[in-house]
């Protein structure tokens, strides 16, 4: 179950789409089952990451998940796949990313207490949730 965010800017009129949570083909499951479907869902580095721990570890759990990050220094918004592999509850591997403006690390962010970010297009801090384009899905 998921939902999904549209943030308008209030100067120039852009309008983009940010996901939140687990649906589609994206969400908890074994190493197995992912690896056995044959389809690669992940970011080619994290699917490497993932074939490699596979090679060395048995019955890991991945959780996949929709998450929505923000640059510290730049205030832009970012959704992204976030993959986390565990073996028995320890932490093997957990997606990072990075600002494709500035390259700080992104931050997870609470996208429900965000009031603003900086748009994409025009660079102001007038990038705000659009409340009547929310989306849940199952």
Not at 32 to 43: A, K, P, Q, R, V
Request: charged share 30%.
């Amino acid at each position: 179950m998921g939902r999904a965010y549209t943030y308008r800017c209030d100067k120039c009129g852009y309008e983009d789409h940010f996901n939140e949570g687990h649906g589609f083909l994206i969400h908890p499951m074994s190493l197995d089952s992912y690896l056995e479907s044959g389809t690669i869902l992940f970011h080619h580095k994290t699917n490497s990451v993932i074939e490699k721990l596979a090679k060395e570890h048995k019955n890991l759990f991945i959780d996949a998940g929709f998450k929505i990050f923000k640059c510290p220094d730049c205030n832009l918004l970012y959704d992204k796949i976030e993959v986390t592999v565990y073996d028995d509850g320890k932490i093997l591997h957990k997606s990072e990313f990075r600002c494709t403006q500035c390259r700080a690390r992104l931050k997870l962010t609470n996208i429900h207490r965000l009031k603003k970010a900086v748009c994409p297009k025009c660079k102001q801090y007038s990038f705000r949730l659009d409340q009547r384009k929310q989306v849940l899905w199952d």
